[in-house]
Every structure is written in C-alpha cells, then in structure tokens.
C-alpha cells in the first residue's frame, strides 16, 4: 500500500459514488465499513449501499479541494476535502466537507496468487464545513431528511 495506490483507490471511490455503481461500491467498502455521516448518524455498509441502490442519495457533483494520504503499513489515512452537492430523499443539498478515511487491507477478497489482500475502506468521518443555507425552516431542505425505509423498525 503506498500513496499512490490510495489516490488511485480515492479516484475508484469517488466515480463509484458519483455513479452510484453499487456494484464498484460493495468491492471498494469493507464489509463492516462504519460510516459517520455529516448530521453524526451511523451507516452500515448496507446502509450506504442502500442508499444508492434505491436512490435515496445522488450525488451529482463531488470535487476534490484538497487532500492529503498517510500511509501507515497496512493502513493509510486520507484527510479530504471535498465541494458536493446531489439529493437526500428529494431534497436538495450542497455545500463543502472536510472527511477523514482509513484505508486497510481487507481478508475478504484474497487473491490466489500469493496471499495478497485489496484495500477497503473501513471507517468515514464527515464533518460539514459550509452546508446550503436554509432560508426558513418550513423549506423542506431544512427539515431532517427522512429514515431510509431499510433502517425503520
């Protein structure tokens, strides 16, 4: 694992979002991925694979601002940040974020040839920076968006 892989694996990341490929997605998160979303709530890996799944989440633009890899063995940390905007159950969203990923080496997916493992992704830290300003609170952006029908109960 080495800087440039990551970036690499960063790039494979965000098209997979930007298209949300579930499929690219489920190979590039680790199976037991811990997501910390803007608003503090935690996502599974099903959750997150869900979301683009049954469009609950788009995300139409994704920009790298800046961003910075350390690598540690078999782990590698990014700290990015990010302009975005796309929809959350129909609303509505943009703004800028600063995240905190850990990359590491993944039992899932060994390949044959040798004992080689992929990278995963195996923790998300979101933390809002500037958000769409809300003019009121009646505007539905405003509101909290709704529980994905896959987490109620």
């Not at 782990?75 to 990010?82: I, K, L, S």
Request: charged share 25%.
């Amino acid at each position: 694992m080495d800087e440039q892989g990551i970036l690499d694996l960063e790039a494979r990341l965000k098209d997979a979002m930007l298209a949300s490929n579930v499929e690219a997605l489920d190979t590039l998160l680790a199976d037991d991925l811990s997501f910390v979303d803007a608003t503090a709530k935690l996502w599974s890996k099903a959750d997150d694979l869900n979301g683009h799944r049954y469009g609950v989440q788009r995300i139409d633009r994704l920009d790298v601002e800046e961003q910075s890899v350390r690598v540690y063995g078999a782990f590698a940390v990014t700290v990015t940040r990010v302009a975005i905007s796309g929809t959350f159950a129909g609303a509505p969203f943009a703004g800028s974020l600063r995240y905190t990923r850990t990359w590491g080496r993944s039992r899932r997916g060994v390949e044959s040839r040798g004992r080689a493992m992929r990278p995963s992704v195996f923790l998300d830290l979101f933390t809002p920076i500037v958000t769409t300003p809300c003019e009121t609170p009646s505007r539905p952006r405003c509101a909290p968006p709704p529980v994905p029908p896959w987490r109620s109960g």
